[in-house]
């Protein structure tokens, strides 16, 4: 079974991250809510308190297959000014291991150069910060081990599409028909 850890900071957009974690729990993906703060309880862009599974310091990266940044303001710079996840971001890069971002979040795999020579979207305004990368209009973008998503609008679909990459398209196509997409 494929683990994912979804990373919350203070104010990271809460709809991007449940909805994508609703997707892959559906699927039977094994998904974890990682706090990057030194508690588990996150006060999300719209103020709604959530709390994680784990602290960055108890998530195991060798049994993750995949991170998942969703977006969010002030939750992105949050998020990037994170050193310990910034280095995890950068060793699942050159592992080839699976990094998704949606919002404003792939601009940090773009300040990263994580981007480079690839294609990659992310919502209106940020495209200038996905350095390198070939910015496509579409909903959800994958390129090699990099899915990035446009935005809230986009999230059932980006959750769709990392089912579909870490389990099976006929699993992703089923779950899309019984929540009615």
């Known amino acids: 079974m494929s683990l994912v850890y979804?990373?919350?900071?203070?104010?990271?957009?809460?709809?991007e991250a449940l909805a994508v974690v609703d997707i892959l729990k559906r699927a039977g993906i094994e998904t974890k809510i990682v706090s990057v703060k030194d508690t588990k309880e996150v006060?999300?862009?719209h103020e709604?308190?959530?709390k994680t599974d784990l602290l960055f310091e108890?998530?195991?990266?060798?049994?993750?297959?995949?991170i998942f940044l969703p977006g969010g303001i002030p939750g992105t710079p949050n998020l990037a000014a994170h050193s310990g996840l910034i280095q995890k971001i950068k060793e699942?890069?050159?592992q080839g291991k699976m990094i998704s971002a949606i919002c404003a979040a792939p601009s940090i795999l773009g300040e990263l150069g994580?981007?480079?020579?690839k294609k990659a979207t992310c919502y209106p305004g940020f495209e200038d910060k996905l350095a390198g990368a070939e910015y496509i209009g579409e909903k959800v973008v994958t390129?090699?081990?990099?899915?990035?998503?446009?935005?809230?609008g986009a999230a059932i679909e980006l959750g769709l599409e990392i089912v579909r990459i870490l389990?099976?398209?006929s699993v992703a196509k089923d779950i899309a028909e019984k929540i009615q997409l």
């Not at 919350?8 to 709809?15: C, F, R, T, Y």
């Not at 994580?114 to 020579?117: A, D, E, I, S, T």
């Open 6 to 15: 979804t990373f919350l900071a203070d104010g990271s957009e809460e709809v």
């Open 43 to 45: 006060i999300t862009s």
């Open 48 to 50: 709604i308190n959530i």
């Open 58 to 66: 108890e998530a195991d990266f060798d049994k993750a297959d995949m």
């Open 92 to 94: 699942f890069n050159e």
């Open 114 to 117: 994580l981007l480079n020579g």
């Open 143 to 152: 390129d090699g081990n990099i899915i990035t998503a446009k935005g809230l």
């Open 167 to 169: 389990v099976d398209e």
